[in-house]
Structure formats: structure tokens, C-alpha cells
């Protein structure tokens, strides 16, 4: 049986000591209303509305040099991790209920669950 997946969004990761100055900063520079977010998340995330082509878009605090990854959603991680590590990618770490992920070129992106399976996503035939 295939899965489906596509991507979902990308983060902004910012290493910073003030989120919401670099939320009102990417909100203002890309245009897009700051969103809310469940309180147990708003430590560290801060989510952007309004994206085009409903992609999912947030400016998150980290501890590691600043960045931006992309999220791929699945409605199966374990099958998408398989079909990505077999054309190059390594596994990372598992971290809640995502993995994190990174390209034979470096970059790091994540595998997240699908937010909404209802819009579609074509099936993944590799």
C-alpha cells in the first residue's frame, strides 16, 4: 500500500533570546499575519497565517544556528522516513511526533504527520 505526502511548510528556525521580535520581523517582512497557536507551544513557536498554497509556516526558537527547514507531511512517517533514507537521507532524531531528517546535501528538514489528509495529497508511487 503506497502513503501519501507533500510538503506541509517551513519553519524559521531563529536563535534568539526574543521570539516575538523575530515573529513580528518575518511576519512584517513576508506579509502575513501572526497566528495563534495552543499556549503549551508558544514558548517556542510562533505560527504565520495567511501563507500562500496553504502551507504551514512558523517561526520557532532554537538553540542551534539560525535557519530555515522544510516539513514534508505524510500520513505515514515510518514509510516516508524508509522512502527518504532510500534515496540518501539520514535519520536524526525522533523528537514528539515528528523525525527530523537531513538531505544527502545537508540540509535538515522534518517528517511531521498529516495536518489535513482531507485536502489531498497524491499517493506516493516511487
Request: contains cysteine.
Amino acid at each position: 500500500m503506497s502513503h501519501r505526502s507533500r510538503l506541509a511548510g517551513f519553519i524559521i528556525d531563529c536563535e534568539t533570546d526574543d521570539l516575538d521580535a523575530a515573529a513580528r520581523f518575518w511576519s512584517d517582512a513576508l506579509g502575513w499575519p501572526i497566528g495563534t497557536l495552543p499556549a503549551e507551544e508558544s514558548d517556542t513557536y510562533v505560527k504565520l497565517d495567511d501563507a500562500p498554497g496553504g502551507l504551514h509556516v512558523e517561526v520557532q526558537k532554537v538553540t542551534h544556528a539560525s535557519r530555515v527547514h522544510l516539513d514534508i507531511e505524510t500520513d505515514d512517517i515510518e514509510a516516508e522516513v524508509a522512502r527518504l533514507e532510500a534515496l540518501g537521507a539520514k535519520r536524526l532524531s525522533a523528537v514528539h511526533t515528528w523525525v527530523v531528517m537531513e538531505a544527502p546535501t545537508g540540509q535538515r528538514f522534518c517528517v511531521v504527520r498529516m495536518k489535513h489528509p482531507e485536502t489531498g495529497a497524491t499517493p506516493n508511487v516511487w
